[in-house]
């Protein structure tokens, strides 16, 4: 008998057994609210808006017109004008990003693309090599590159192949400014693993503000839709002013403005 309430004694009673049960229930509640109060809700991306201006190079004066805007904007620079690398380092050293504006050959031979384009009766070879030429123009900071002109250029799949495969060995991303609706630069850089975008829209195709705002609501739009756009317009001291009007509204819409190589996937 005595040895039965020996070992009796050694069992605890129900009532701490349940009384610990609860405090450390209670212990591990309290842990788990503290550990969800300390990790942040998950950030919802914002849209995401680039704006390129093309056409830098001839001179000064918009380069300095665009410095005035405080925004991410990407800079364009055709080769061989007389201010091309001097806009494109003072740029980046100003923290703008900077494209070479690639000259290559329009539907018709009235329109000249300028020195340096790329022509659809050239060899592989020479698209190659005029490719690499305007490349180096530059100073070494560009990051991408857009076409400049090139409805008939863009459209032929081996002329795309042989300049797309040329950017590739540099990283450089392809805007595919969509001068056609017969432009092939978007799905053959996508097929080559080339970072690439296209434009969405045109921003000053006429030379008024109330279009030019227009068109930035445009490219609002397309950009809460989508979650990304891309516009494009032109170093004209009107598309710069109505542009740096048009930024508050964009970023009061929630919007952030970032460089093509933010959206070039």
Do not use: H
């Given at each position: 008998m005595g040895e039965?309430?020996?070992k009796n004694k050694k069992k605890p009673p129900n009532i701490l057994i349940l009384f610990f049960s609860l405090i450390i229930l209670w212990c591990s509640l309290f842990l788990i609210k503290s550990?969800?109060?300390?990790?942040?809700?998950?950030?919802?991306?914002k849209p995401k808006i680039a704006i390129i201006i093309d056409d830098f190079g001839c001179c000064k004066k918009a380069a300095q017109k665009i410095y005035e805007i405080p925004a991410r904007?990407?800079?364009?620079?055709?080769p061989y004008l007389p201010y091309s690398s001097e806009i494109a380092r003072s740029a980046v050293a100003k923290g703008y990003e900077v494209m070479l504006h690639l000259p290559m050959e329009p539907l018709s031979p009235l329109h000249n693309p300028g020195k340096g384009a790329i022509y659809t009766k050239m060899s592989q070879e020479e698209i190659t090599s005029q490719t690499r030429k305007d490349i180096i123009n530059l100073p070494p900071v560009i990051k991408g590159v857009n076409n400049h002109m090139g409805s008939r250029a863009t459209a032929d799949e081996r002329v795309m192949k042989a300049m797309l495969?040329?950017?590739?060995k540099d990283n450089l991303y392809y805007i595919d400014s969509?001068?056609?609706?017969?432009?092939?630069?978007?799905?053959?850089?996508?097929?080559?693993?080339?970072?690439?975008?296209?434009?969405?829209?045109?921003?000053?195709?006429?030379?008024?503000?109330?279009?030019?705002r227009a068109q930035i609501k445009k490219l609002i739009e397309k950009a809460l839709k989508d979650k990304k756009a891309i516009g494009i317009g032109h170093a004209h001291s009107l598309t710069l002013e109505v542009i740096k009007e048009m930024v508050p509204e964009i970023e009061k819409k929630g919007i952030k403005l970032v460089f093509a190589s933010e959206i070039a996937q």
């Open positions: 039965w309430i020996s550990i969800v109060k300390k990790i942040p809700p998950p950030e919802i991306p904007l990407t800079l364009s620079i055709l495969q040329e950017l590739k969509v001068t056609s609706k017969d432009a092939l630069g978007f799905s053959i850089a996508s097929e080559l693993g080339v970072r690439t975008a296209r434009r969405d829209i045109f921003l000053d195709n006429e030379k008024d503000a109330d279009y030019i």
